[in-house]
């Protein structure tokens, strides 16, 4: 069981917006850690989506958003296209493990 | 370019070992920490363990801590992890990734194709 809940699964039709929650506690993200975001394609390799909370890698489209508050963190799509369809990830760090880093469970995300 | 490509995978059995590598390029190699990821079958991304830049500092997850071994050569642009008592669980791919910096918490930027390591006899 991963420091860091995601819920398992999220959909939404072409054009909404969604959003993925990453729940963490004051070990971790509320003791001031950042938080990234990755999206892992079905077979591909992990690709760094959002870092430092809300912050974009050059390349990533504008329709991708970040946040953090408190304890928790949230990844938002919106404009949903076919090929945002994908696992996603939230990771941070956490005290408790000596500074270690530590993953959520992941999100499947579904387009309709 | 960065680029990670990791090798070494493979089948092995309960209690055997086995050493990864990755070779990196593209970026000053030891000016970055580095870190290994990895990923049972159809499950989620899980973090192993990381070492800083110049090698002296380096962390585990306590279900790899005492058999699991990170290690980096500067000179050769290359990580490392020597796994030892491996157990069916250990059974996933594993990934390298480059962390954007040496200190604090640093996103991974880039990550490698991965290699698949199966424990079982």
């Known amino acids: 069981q991963s420091l860091l809940t995601q819920p398992p699964s999220v959909s939404g039709a072409p054009g909404r917006r969604v959003t993925i929650s990453c729940t963490g506690s004051t070990s971790n993200i509320g003791s001031g850690y950042d938080v990234h975001w990755y999206q892992q394609l079905p077979g591909t390799a992990p690709k760094l989506l959002i870092y430092d909370n809300n912050i974009r890698p050059s390349g990533v489209p504008d329709r991708f958003s970040g946040s953090k508050s408190g304890t928790s963190a949230s990844l938002a799509i919106t404009g949903l296209q076919a090929e945002d369809e994908a696992d996603y990830y939230c990771?941070?760090?956490?005290?408790?493990?000596?500074?270690?880093?530590?993953f959520g469970g992941g999100t499947k995300l579904t387009v309709l | 370019e960065v680029q990670l490509v990791e090798s070494g995978g493979g089948l092995v059995q309960p209690g055997g070992s086995l050493r990864l590598s990755c070779a990196a390029s593209g970026f000053t190699f030891s000016s970055y920490a580095m870190t290994w990821v990895r990923q049972a079958p159809g499950k989620g991304l899980v973090w192993v363990s990381a070492?800083?830049?110049?090698?002296?500092?380096?962390y585990y997850a306590d279900s790899v801590k005492g058999r699991f071994t990170i290690s980096r050569d500067n000179s050769k642009n290359t990580l490392y992890l020597q796994m030892n008592s491996l157990r069916a669980e250990d059974t996933a791919v594993y990934y390298c990734a480059k962390a954007d910096g040496d200190y604090g918490d640093p996103q991974f930027d880039y990550w490698g194709q991965g290699t698949l390591v199966t424990v079982s006899s």
């Open positions: 990771q941070s760090y956490d005290n408790s493990l000596s500074g270690s880093g530590v």
């Open positions: 070492i800083s830049g110049r090698g002296g500092s380096t």
